[in-house]
C-alpha cells in the first residue's frame, strides 16, 4: 500500500512564524503536490512537483514556497504565518503524470494565531 | 476555466436509503472524471472515475457514470450503511493541462441507523 505521511496532524503558530510543514510518501512517487482544504472552497493547489528540485505553482501559491530536494519529501513553507493561512494542509503523490490516482496523506491542521 | 461544481450538503440518509450527489463539470475538452472519498480523520482516496464518455466506475456499491450530453457525474449507492458517513469530492483532470485536479467543494455525508 502507498502510504503518506505528513509530520503534524495539529500545529498552532503565531502570525510572523516560519511554518514547515513535511510531507513523506514510501512509493518511489515522482509527483507530490501540496493542497489547502477549506470549508465551501474544496481542495485548492497551493504547489506541485514532478520531480527532485522541480517545482510549479499552482492555484494559490502566494505566501507559500516548497522544497523538494529529496524524492520521498516535500515540504510546504510558510514564510511568514498570517491567520488567513489557517487551514487543513494535504499532501498527495502520485507515481506518472499521465495516471489518474493521487494518494493522499491523512492531513495537517494548522492554526495560525 | 475547468471547475466542478457538487451538490451542497450536508445530507443525512437513513441506514439502507438510496444516495444521489449530484456533479456537475465544466471542461473545455474531454475531462477524467473522479470520485474521491474522505473519511473522519484520514485524507482523501479514490473511490472510482471514469475517462470517457458513457463509462461508469464503480466501487464498494458506488457507482457514477460519465454523461458528456449533461455534462454530469453523480454518484449513486442503492443502499448506504453507516460505514459510508464521510465527505465525497467529485474532481475532473485535463489532460492538456497536465497533471492538475480541479475538486468539488465536498458534500458531507451521515448514515444514521
Known amino acids: 500500500d502507498v502510504k503518506v505521511t505528513q509530520s503534524s496532524r495539529y500545529l498552532v503558530k503565531r502570525t510572523g512564524e516560519k511554518v514547515f510543514l513535511e510531507c513523506v510518501q514510501d512509493?518511489?512517487?515522482?509527483?507530490m503536490f501540496w493542497y489547502r482544504q477549506d470549508p465551501g472552497l474544496g481542495l485548492r493547489l497551493i504547489y506541485f512537483?514532478?520531480?527532485?528540485?522541480?517545482?510549479e505553482k499552482g492555484d494559490i501559491p502566494e505566501g507559500y514556497s516548497v522544497s523538494r530536494e529529496k524524492k520521498e519529501r516535500f515540504s510546504l513553507i510558510l514564510e511568514s504565518a498570517s491567520t488567513n493561512q489557517t487551514s487543513m494542509y494535504l499532501c498527495a503523490s502520485s507515481l506518472d503524470l499521465k495516471l489518474d490516482t493521487q494518494y493522499f496523506g491523512p492531513g495537517t491542521r494548522l492554526t495560525v494565531l | 476555466g475547468d471547475s466542478v461544481t457538487q451538490m451542497e450538503g450536508p445530507v443525512t440518509l437513513s441506514e439502507e436509503a438510496f444516495l444521489t450527489i449530484n456533479c456537475t463539470y465544466t471542461?473545455?475538452?474531454?475531462?477524467?472524471l473522479f470520485w474521491y472519498v474522505q473519511y473522519p480523520g484520514e485524507g482523501l482516496q479514490l473511490l472510482l472515475k471514469a475517462t470517457k464518455a458513457d463509462d461508469k466506475g464503480s466501487n464498494k456499491g458506488f457507482e457514477a457514470t460519465y454523461r458528456k450530453e449533461t455534462t454530469s457525474f453523480h454518484l449513486e449507492k442503492g443502499s448506504v450503511q453507516v460505514s459510508d458517513s464521510a465527505v465525497y469530492f467529485c474532481?475532473?483532470?485535463?489532460?492538456?493541462?497536465?497533471?492538475?485536479?480541479?475538486f468539488g467543494t465536498g458534500t458531507s455525508l451521515t448514515v444514521i441507523p
Open positions: 512509493m518511489d512517487h515522482e509527483n
Open positions: 471542461a473545455t475538452g474531454y475531462p477524467s
Open positions: 512537483s514532478y520531480d527532485v528540485k522541480m517545482k
Open positions: 474532481a475532473l483532470r485535463m489532460w492538456v493541462t497536465g497533471n492538475q485536479f480541479y
